[in-house]
């Protein structure tokens, strides 16, 4: 069965921490790799995503995200959270040319000022 | 660019009603998927639709079903509401849907099965 497991549910950083959020997919195709974001009160967000090529992507506000194809992972990564990261960030897989997204449980984070 | 929109934002209804939402995508785009997002199962995909076709479906019930528009439109229909389905229903919107094209959120849906 096609599944996606983030392994934080809940973090609690203070601002200038680094932060890395952990992504695991079960998928024996090709995949298209997502995080999202979802601020309070607002909608989901496109963080960053990959598709080919560099596995090591770069996204909006300083996050980045490595694709290690070996470990089926996708983990999310940012040197120094700020509070207004304070979210809730979604791990995606789609595999390839479907229009359908497998989502992790996704993993509150909440950054300290 | 406008965004998605989905409308209505907040609905009540009672146990064995139906409801219908529906969804605007982003100009351009063709392809239209639906999720459920509740607390305890998290964001699962109900279906997709390109050109007018379902493409994909989710493991929902066959109460809830959905359409598009030839002008890419699309409405989402859940007939005999159970407490369950209680959830934001989310519409988003791609170009193609298939690579290497991402999918835009609206903002959501609010339902509330009394």
């Known amino acids: 069965a096609q599944s996606v497991s983030q392994h934080n549910h809940h973090v609690i950083l203070s601002e200038a921490a680094s932060l890395e959020l952990g992504c695991n997919y079960s998928?024996?195709?090709?995949?298209?790799l997502f995080w999202y974001v979802q601020y309070p009160g607002q909608h989901l967000q496109l963080l960053l995503k990959?598709?080919?090529?560099?596995?090591l992507v770069k996204g909006i506000k300083g996050f980045e995200a490595e694709f290690i194809k070996s470990k089926f992972s996708f983990n999310l990564r940012k040197p120094s959270v700020q509070w207004s990261d304070t979210a809730e960030y979604f791990c995606?897989?789609?595999?390839?040319?479907?229009?359908?997204?497998?989502f992790g449980q996704g993993t509150t984070l909440q950054v300290k000022p | 660019k406008a965004g998605v929109t989905q409308t209505p934002r907040y609905l009540i209804k009672t146990r064995g009603q139906q409801v219908t939402l529906s969804c605007s995508p982003i100009?351009?785009?063709?392809?239209v998927s639906w999720y459920q997002q509740t607390p305890g199962q998290g964001l699962q995909f109900l279906f997709e639709?390109?050109?007018?076709?379902?493409?994909n479906k989710g493991n929902f019930p066959g109460r809830f079903s959905g359409r598009q528009f030839s002008n890419s439109r699309s409405e989402m229909n859940v007939s005999t509401l159970e407490l369950g389905d209680s959830a934001l229903y989310l519409c988003?919107?791609?170009?193609?849907?298939?690579?290497?094209?991402?999918?835009?959120f609206g903002p959501g849906t609010r339902l509330t099965v009394t």
């Open positions: 988003a919107s791609s170009y193609t849907g298939g690579d290497p094209y991402e999918q835009y």
């Open positions: 998928y024996g195709g090709t995949v298209n």
């Open positions: 990959y598709f080919s090529g560099d596995p």
């Open positions: 995606a897989v789609k595999p390839s040319n479907t229009g359908k997204l497998i």
């Open positions: 100009s351009g785009h063709r392809s």
């Open positions: 639709y390109f050109s007018e076709t379902q493409r």
